[in-house]
């Protein structure tokens, strides 16, 4: 089960980018357009979240990208990326857009059930960086959402139609909402995903789990995006 989160603190991550910054020119985090000062989000829904990437990079000046998403960001990564070949540089996609069909009936009421509870605990934590601007109904219906957008059925051609150099770096475990062994059992469908596209490989399974992958293992994904760098420039010498 995805959890929808707020962008955590990138500041390692930008120590570990930075022999690349020289190629891209500058660094566009998600902390740009959804975790900075503004109130409650009020359309957070996945189409508005793909369609904020082209504002954002718009109004930074930005014509290729390098696209990097983590959890809920690594599906917006991979629509991105996938509608956008001639304006991606590569995408780097962190435990997430994995095509699974986990959501159920059950799974719906778990997510609702689970937020209701977190509810009291969200306004303190949003100072953090840890949660979204969201209520807690609002974060239960994202991830309802991105159950949706994670079927094989939906996810699987959008991957199979990505021509950019994509990676993946993968977490282990469980995690906040997950059970057993069912977030495993969601990253084993990579497996078809990489036989399908020779465009998208694994570039390191890690011992972090989903919500600790950033803060522990940001150099395995510094190290993905260095391999889509060097890819382009491959493809692409100035």
Do not use: C
């Amino acid at each position: 089960m995805e959890m929808v989160g707020q962008p955590v603190q990138l500041r390692p991550q930008r120590l570990q980018l930075a022999p690349h910054l020289d190629i891209y020119e500058r660094t566009v985090s998600s902390r740009d357009w959804i975790a900075g000062s503004a109130g409650s989000s009020a359309d957070y829904s996945f189409k508005t979240n793909v369609r904020d990437v082209d504002a954002v990079l718009a109004a930074r000046g930005v014509d290729r990208a390098l696209v990097v998403g983590w959890s809920y960001g690594a599906f917006v990564a991979a629509h991105w990326a996938s509608r956008n070949p001639g304006r991606t540089v590569g995408a780097v996609l962190v435990d997430g857009a994995q095509p699974y069909d986990w959501l159920d009936e059950a799974m719906e009421q778990r997510i609702r059930k689970l937020f209701r509870r977190m509810s009291p605990l969200l306004p303190l934590l949003r100072p953090t960086g840890l949660t979204p601007r969201m209520s807690a109904e609002q974060i239960a219906n994202s991830n309802i959402e991105i159950g949706r957008i994670a079927r094989e059925r939906e996810l699987g051609p959008v991957l199979d139609n990505i021509t950019v150099p994509t990676r993946y770096v993968v977490a282990s475990g469980a995690s906040l909402g997950s059970k057993g062994d069912e977030q495993e059992l969601i990253r084993a469908s990579l497996t078809q995903v990489v036989e399908r596209n020779p465009n998208i490989k694994i570039s390191a399974k890690v011992p972090s789990n989903h919500g600790a992958i950033l803060r522990k293992d940001f150099r395995a994904v510094a190290d993905a995006v260095r391999e889509v760098a060097t890819l382009d420039r491959g493809r692409n010498p100035r």
